[in-house]
């Protein structure tokens, strides 16, 4: 395609905006590591929120989901939906935990919650693990993403593709800090949200579509169906029953973590009080999951007539490099028929997510590289203006390495299984470390030992042919990982008094987990109520769950079960705000 001077005006323009935020608090951002990674512990409940989805709404999601409905239908996004759960947990269960901490990144807490050597080094290795391994392999999925879109829409080859975005990044995260990142979250996310609709609107009004109506009539029932075909009991397993029942509890997912971690962590630390990170939150998971998906599924869907198969894409694009072709490049695809002004519109939004992304990553990863890793156990007496330093280059280096391992991987959804694979089984025990006081650090260090290596192993045998994959070798991984951590937590020692003392005294965990240690300090009361707590979480899934398939439904051409839902996410939405209320402000 050729943007025309329209377009790249407005792409360069929008480019300028957001980086606005980085060159203003660029100062601020230098003074020290508090405010280079957590902006000073003083941001609003809004900003962390807005920040969070701009985050996940990146290059690779609308790709991940058009890949999904291109091949297994709606009901396949359940394999992310399905994460609703997890983060509906983290809101009511953890998100004031985490602000309670008063941490400058998540990975403190193993030296707050466990003692001596095998705290430290659980710090240390998981400063490695997923500052550096984990994290560069988020942002090769997210440059994957981008590689693709440049190709269809701009013709440039991968690597021009890393280059250019690389140096971007770079600048804008080594520049601003968290505080930059925050801000230009606000408008970017508005860019590709707005970028998302419009792009679902023009899909719509292809000959081959005839708008909403017209998708409703030709696609086939069960493609347009929320829930997978019953008849199909492989298909139920794995995108249904496992995700709810599995893999929502048992895998770590950057942004679906259980009981928080990542940037998650990051944006609850960085929240002013308890209350912003809890309300934060929040508004992160209602949004993520109600808001967004229905502009990317509709574009996804008209795919599906547009160009029925990876040849109908091949042909209308014959620059697209075949190494990159796979169904989820038909998003891009139908990004083609948009006209001048809103393609570069487009463009611009797409880069939004992706700088977004990328930047809270880079941000993120390199917290735990400087802060837990380097100031920790290699430098410890050097100046803040020095760490800082360091963090800026350190921040190059994971963009460079990040490119390099975007050429390893195939499609969006390769990424994604990946992710859930390599955290696969350790969720369980993110879950309970709060509120069971007999887990220690050789317990997390088994857990991501075991789920790396199962991992691997998968990995590396599929890409030679093997064809290990499918729900029970989640539930596989899950199982030997989960008996691995728990033995192991049984055959060490518990964690001394002194430090679980500690601990409790400053997080106040509810729940039976902590009783001894509870009496131990004097009978000193729970922080939270246990029970509001699971009442404000199952309303919260209810509301999403209602708001994302009442919406669908009406989308879809059924207004009475859309109305019914659309309801029923009403009433929840007053339940909601009065459990909210009734835990108060903090």
Partial sequence: MTLTTLDWSIVVGALVVCFLPALFFAQRAGRSTTEFFTSGRSAPWWLIGVSMVATTFSTDTPNLVTGLVRNGGVSANWIWWAFVLTGMTTVFFYARLWRRLGLLTDLEFYELRYAGRPASWVRGFRA?????VFNVAIMAAVNLAAAKIANVLLGWPIGTTLV????INVIFAATSGLWGVLV???????LAL???IVAAWFALQRPEVGGLAGLAAQIEPQTLALLPDWGEPATVLAVFVVPLAVQWWAAWYPGSEPGGGSYVAQRMLAARSEADAFHGTLLFNVAHYALRPWPWILVALSSRLVFPDLADIQRALPHVDPSLLGDDMAYSAMLTFLPAGLLGAMIAGLLAAYVSTISTHLNWGTSYLVHDFYRRFLRPDASERHYVLIGRLVTAALMALSGGVTLLLGTAQDAFNLMLSIGAGTGLLYLLRWFWWRINAWSEIAAMVSSFVIAVVLFVANRGGAGLDGPWVLVASVAVTTVVWLAVT?????????TLQRFYRLVRPGGPGWRQVRLECG?????????????GCVTGCV????ALFGTGLLLLGRPMPGMVLTTVAAVAAWRLGRIVRAQGPR
């Fill in 543 to 546: 509301f999403v769950y209602a």
């Fill in 194 to 196: 707005t970028g998302s």
């Fill in 184 to 190: 230009a979250d606000t408008l970017q996310f508005t």
């Fill in 523 to 535: 009978g000193l009361a729970p922080a939270d109520d246990l029970g509001l707590a699971l009442d």
């Fill in 490 to 498: 049984y055959l060490t020692p518990p964690v001394e008094r002194a």
């Fill in 128 to 132: 490695i693990y997923l500052g550096f």
């Fill in 164 to 167: 250019v975005c690389g140096v």
